[in-house]
Each structure stands twice: as structure tokens, then as C-alpha cells.
């Protein structure tokens, strides 16, 4: 039985923070949140795609309802180490998760069509069913940041995470690799996500709006990929421009005057 909290449903909100508005946002949370027992975390996914990442384009067209599947571990995962298998769903503004635990190597070789778990549960029976339901499902990226969470005093369902250094990377797709790769955000900002169960506090609506702070559709692996395929296009265009200077008889280089 796992002692890992399985089964969670609630609204997500993101904003992305200036250093001016993160310093001065803490200031105002004194009272309202407190950093959890953990502190800063390192963590580290694995995003799961089909070869043509069908399931990151349906979810950058913003549809009612969106699905993906990820490997999570806190902190540089070792073969033994707890990770966590995630199904994260999205339906009409709800975020749906629900994930099981394993030992790193165990869950990595059962994604990537290597093994099994040692365990069976709904949610594992979902998790089959969503590898069958895309052919050929595989590590896409890998996405690691660090992040403070906060936690609600008055409410407990209330959380708020602070990410920064969000690194991606489509290469050496392993956990064990820890957090590598190059920044999505621009030096000093953070991303934040206001994660609520039941309406959103009066008090935070205010001082967001005091310190002009406003929501952003920000999707950590969908930012990823936009960036990665900009890369391929630009390349693709000067690829494709050598190829026409070449046959114009010239050797792809510019002069100047």
C-alpha cells in the first residue's frame, strides 16, 4: 500500500513572476502560507510522447479536455529511489492527477516497454490503457526545476509553487542524469501556480491585483517544444536556402560591400 498521496483534483493557475514581484509577493504571503517542511526541491520529469508528439500539439490547441503522461522524482533519481509515475488530465479548467510509486528503474523499464511493476490498482490499469491507446509512446523531453511550495495556514488545500532554472532537454532522457538543459525562463523570473480545491481566496485575488500580477498560459513541456520545433524550422530554412544557392551556382556564402 502506498503511503504517497495518489488521487488529486483541483484548479491550477500560473503566473510568471518578476524578481521584484516575487520579493515583494513573499512579503505579503506572511500570514496567509508557509514554505512546506521540504524547502527548495529539485524536481525532475520525464514527459512520454508519440513519435510525432500528437499528445503536446492537441494539448498547445488548448481543447476542453487534455492528457499526458510523465515520470517525476525529487531530486536526481538513483535505480532504487521512490518515483512516481503521473497521469495528469485537464477537463474545463480541472486538473485531474493520478499517479502510483516504484523504485526508478523498475517504473522507467515498465514505461519504455522493458519490464513490469509489481503491483496492480486502477490507476495502474489506467496507465496500461494510456500506453495502448498511443502507438508508440516514448520519452519526449526532460524537464527539471526547483521549486519552493507553500502551503495554506487557515486552508491546507491551498498551495502555491515557485519554479525557477526550468530546464529542458531532449537528450540523455534519464532522471539519473539530474537537472540539465537550457532555461525556459529569462534570468530572475519565476513560475508560480496557485493550486486551489474550492474558490480562490478573496485575500491573494487582492494582492495579485495590488502588485499586478495577472494569470499566464504557461505549459512547461509545451514551452519546451515550441522552442525545440522554432530550432528545427529555422534550421530546415537555412538548409533549404543553401540548397538553392548551391544550385544557383554559388557556395551558400554572402559577400559584403
Do not use: C
Amino acid at each position: 500500500m502506498s503511503t504517497f498521496q495518489e488521487v488529486f483534483k483541483r484548479t491550477e493557475i500560473k503566473y510568471l513572476l518578476s524578481e521584484e514581484q516575487y520579493e515583494a509577493l513573499q512579503q505579503r504571503l506572511q500570514g496567509i502560507a508557509q514554505v512546506d517542511k521540504y524547502g527548495e526541491s529539485d524536481i525532475l520529469n520525464i514527459y512520454y510522447d508519440t513519435p510525432d508528439f500528437s499528445l503536446i500539439r492537441t494539448s498547445l490547441e488548448k481543447p476542453l479536455y487534455k492528457e499526458k503522461l510523465r515520470l517525476r522524482s525529487y531530486g536526481t533519481a538513483k535505480d532504487e529511489s521512490t518515483s512516481f509515475i503521473e497521469i495528469k488530465k485537464k477537463y474545463k479548467g480541472v486538473v485531474y492527477k493520478r499517479r502510483i510509486d516504484a523504485p526508478y528503474r523498475r517504473a522507467k523499464d515498465y514505461l519504455d516497454g522493458r519490464g513490469e511493476l509489481m503491483q496492480t490498482s486502477q490507476i495502474k490499469s489506467e496507465i496500461d490503457a494510456f500506453k495502448t491507446g498511443y502507438a508508440g509512446i516514448r520519452p519526449a523531453m526532460a524537464i527539471s526545476y526547483k521549486r519552493i511550495a507553500m502551503a495554506g495556514i487557515e486552508d491546507p488545500n491551498l498551495r502555491i509553487t515557485f519554479d525557477r532554472q526550468i530546464l529542458w532537454r531532449t537528450d540523455h532522457l534519464s532522471l539519473k542524469e539530474g537537472p540539465k538543459g537550457e532555461d525556459l525562463l529569462k534570468p530572475g523570473q519565476r513560475l508560480m501556480e496557485v493550486k486551489i480545491a474550492n474558490a480562490f481566496p478573496m485575500e491573494l485575488s487582492r494582492i495579485f491585483s495590488e502588485l499586478g500580477i495577472f494569470p499566464v498560459s504557461f505549459s512547461k513541456y509545451g514551452r519546451g517544444y515550441e522552442v525545440m520545433m522554432s530550432r528545427r524550422l529555422a534550421g530546415a530554412y537555412i538548409y533549404q536556402m543553401a540548397g538553392q544557392a548551391l544550385q544557383n551556382g554559388h557556395d551558400g556564402t554572402v559577400a559584403y560591400a
